[in-house]
């Protein structure tokens, strides 16, 4: 296989604007070492309550509650709001150009919240 197009994908990546605006509001928010911990924190509890829902369970009310305020505290931040933004819209791309690789695969791949 040649992997060519996979390089030349990478490279239309890395020059959208997507990519663009995630990597300059990226570099701007993360430079604040608190925001950074902040972030860092919310992606750690994201990532917990969804595979604790995923497993069939429900998330820990101090996971919730810890999560919601740190998202409040974010989101007040109009910067950080546009990052996290802007970070869901790479993901997004991201998770289309994934489904279309794997479906001209012919892969039956089923993540959650990847419609194929």
């Given at each position: 296989?040649?992997?060519?197009?996979?390089?030349?994908?990478?490279?239309?990546?890395?020059?959208?604007?997507?990519?663009?605006?995630?990597?300059?509001?990226?570099?701007?928010?993360?430079?604040?070492?608190?925001?950074?911990?902040?972030?860092?924190?919310?992606?750690?509890?994201?990532?917990?309550?969804?595979?604790?829902?995923?497993?069939?369970?429900?998330?820990?009310?101090?996971?919730m509650q810890r999560f919601s305020g740190i998202s409040a505290l974010l989101f007040s931040k109009p910067e950080?709001?546009?990052?996290?933004?802007?970070?869901?819209?790479?993901?997004?791309?991201?998770?289309?150009?994934?489904?279309?690789?794997?479906?001209a695969a012919d892969l039956d791949i089923a993540i959650p919240g990847i419609e194929g």
């Amino acid at each position: 296989m040649d992997y060519s197009s996979a390089h030349s994908l990478a490279r239309d990546i890395r020059e959208s604007q997507e990519y663009r605006t995630y990597h300059e509001l990226k570099e701007t928010v993360m430079s604040d070492e608190t925001t950074a911990a902040l972030i860092r924190e919310y992606r750690k509890l994201q990532m917990t309550i969804q595979m604790t829902v995923m497993s069939g369970k429900t998330a820990e009310n101090e996971d919730m509650q810890r999560f919601s305020g740190i998202s409040a505290l974010l989101f007040s931040k109009p910067e950080v709001s546009q990052f996290l933004l802007s970070e869901m819209q790479l993901q997004q791309a991201l998770s289309d150009i994934f489904r279309i690789v794997t479906e001209a695969a012919d892969l039956d791949i089923a993540i959650p919240g990847i419609e194929g």
